[in-house]
């Protein structure tokens, strides 16, 4: 809060803010930013009061892909995936997460359990383009760590 205080000090009159969301730099990558947007509106007092408010606009959030997808409507389907991808995001947030270390986690551990699926399908001497879907749940099943 002291950090936004200063900023807002140093900058002319010239560029008075409008708006709380104002001063996220564009330039930031989309994940961080929009968590950047969220914090300046939450601080305004926008912002659900407990996780439930969360979970339950991600579930209206995800019946409207649903809904796009029935649609076949490619623009409208852009459009809400882009709306569940910016409210898991705030969720994210709020639970004091940053969103883009969340994803690169699991794209490192997508990753690591595709290659593992693929030396298991090899073994099997299963070439991954020629397994059935059958094959792929299997052997992806099998690379889930064991809890």
């Known amino acids: 809060d002291q950090w936004e205080e200063i900023k807002k000090a140093e900058k002319p009159d010239t560029e008075a803010t409008t708006s709380a969301v104002d001063g996220v730099p564009r330039h930031l990558p989309a994940l961080h930013r929009a968590q950047k947007i969220q914090g300046k509106a939450a601080k305004a007092g926008f912002e659900w009061r407990t996780t439930d408010g969360f979970l339950d606009k991600i579930d209206e959030e995800l ?8 649609l076949g409507s490619a623009s ?6 882009g709306d569940l991808l910016f409210t898991i995001a705030n969720l994210a947030r709020h639970c004091g997460f940053q969103a883009e ?3 690169h986690g699991t794209v ?8 593992a699926m693929e030396e298991t399908l090899g073994e099997s001497q299963i070439r991954l383009e020629d397994a059935t879907e059958e094959q792929l749940v299997e052997h992806w099943n099998h690379t889930k760590p064991k809890r």
């Open 63 to 70: 019946e409207e892909v649903k809904e796009a997808v029935r």
């Open 108 to 115: 490192r551990k997508f990753d690591a359990r595709f290659r």
């Open 101 to 103: 270390e969340l994803l």
């Open 76 to 81: 409208e389907l852009k459009e809400e995936i």
